[in-house]
């Protein structure tokens, strides 16, 4: 392509007539070079004062800089939508819904026991980590280790307690919960689904407490899940002694009873499983189904309630619109 500033055209000082079209190339070259030097001191003179300016503005107003404004990405009058904004915009607020229903907040309404049990379910995700540091899932050492924690572990009797405590109080916790969201009615339209999500949260729930019972390895544990799992052989289809049952070949060494306990007597297998549901398996289901639950409550329109989304002044206000008007 011909050079604008090279009559010559081509490549500058390139070809046979190189020394007089060499010439006007370094002519261009040095006219292009002072014309490119005498714009940037004029941005430079532009450019630095309005920058100045800028940086001063900031000083007297920083909400008005643009690291503030990267940061927060909206106004802070008083309106309903900057306040929405304030809560929709911020990672950790944008859990919570921008608005609530009056009767969500009143704590007679709730007894806010869907949050205590959130609430103990972790606490038992903390303590029950800490915890794992002092136990191992075998017959030799599970019981010893019980009596370490109990005895000379620092804190251990405390640890441990808490996390038994904590289970007990989440399982009340969760009957509770369900027991209110009964009273309220709130399984019905459009809650059914996560009424069915919370039937499987206390399945699992009641699971996280049986599987535990055996860790101790004491005689407590070890006859309740001797009981609990002997319930399992009755099991229609799947259980050897439940309908069915042997019809479909089961047997006490390949039936659901078998698969729980990981062999046909309560012993080191059985204790294995416990360990791995108990601090894996069921944990993690569970954390999953609480996403959807919580997911849920904001998607049928938050907590239920009869009251609609106001403020108390304005629900004294006579109400407007063809309903008022008698129509
Ligand atoms: C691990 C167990 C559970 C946790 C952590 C949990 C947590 C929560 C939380 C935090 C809420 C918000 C309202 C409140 O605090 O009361 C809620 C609402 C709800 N939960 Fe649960 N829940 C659990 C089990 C259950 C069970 C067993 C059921 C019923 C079978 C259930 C059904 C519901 C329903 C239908 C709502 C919406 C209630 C409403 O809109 O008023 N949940 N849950």
Not at 109 to 130: A, N, S
Not at 137 to 157: N, T
Not at 172 to 197: A, D, Q
Not at 224 to 244: D, I, K, Q, S, Y
């Amino acid at each position: 392509m011909a050079d604008e500033n090279n009559p010559n055209g081509g490549n500058g000082g390139g070809g046979s007539n190189g020394s007089s079209t060499g010439k006007n190339g370094k002519v261009g070259l040095v006219e292009r070079v002072t014309t490119g030097v005498k714009e940037d001191i004029h941005a430079l003179k532009t450019d630095i004062p309005a920058k100045a300016k800028e940086q001063i503005e900031g000083l007297k107003d920083p909400t008005k800089t643009q690291v503030y404004t990267s940061i927060f990405r909206h106004k802070h009058d008083d309106t309903p939508r900057n306040r929405a904004l304030g809560v929709l915009s911020n990672v950790f607020l944008h859990l919570h819904p921008a608005k609530i229903n009056r009767d969500a907040v009143r704590y007679s309404y709730t007894w806010g026991m869907g949050g205590i049990t959130f609430y103990l379910f972790i606490i038992l995700t903390y303590t029950g980590v800490l915890l794992m540091f002092y136990y191992h899932p075998s017959k030799v050492q599970a019981f010893r280790d019980v009596l370490y924690l109990e005895h000379d572990v620092p804190f251990g009797k405390i640890l441990r307690n808490m996390h038994r405590w904590a289970a007990h109080l989440m399982v009340i916790g969760v009957w509770l919960h369900m027991f209110r969201v009964f009273l309220t009615g709130s399984y019905k339209k459009p809650r059914e689904f996560n009424w069915n999500i919370g039937v499987l949260l206390l399945v699992f729930t009641l699971l996280l407490s049986f599987t535990g019972y055996l860790l101790p390895d004491d005689q407590l544990g070890f006859w309740a899940v001797t009981v609990g799992t002997n319930m399992a052989r009755a099991t229609p289809l799947l259980g050897h002694e439940g309908p069915f049952g042997s019809m479909l070949g089961m047997t006490p060494y390949n039936d659901v009873r078998f698969g729980l306990l990981g062999g046909s007597i309560v012993d080191a297998n059985a204790l294995l499983r416990s360990y791995i549901w108990h601090c894996i398996g069921i944990p993690i289901v569970a954390s999953v189904l609480m996403i959807v639950h919580f997911w849920r409550v904001r998607k049928d329109g938050g907590i239920s309630g009869p009251a609609p989304v106001m403020l108390e002044a304005e629900a004294d206000k006579p109400r407007r619109g063809p309903k008022a008007a008698g129509e």
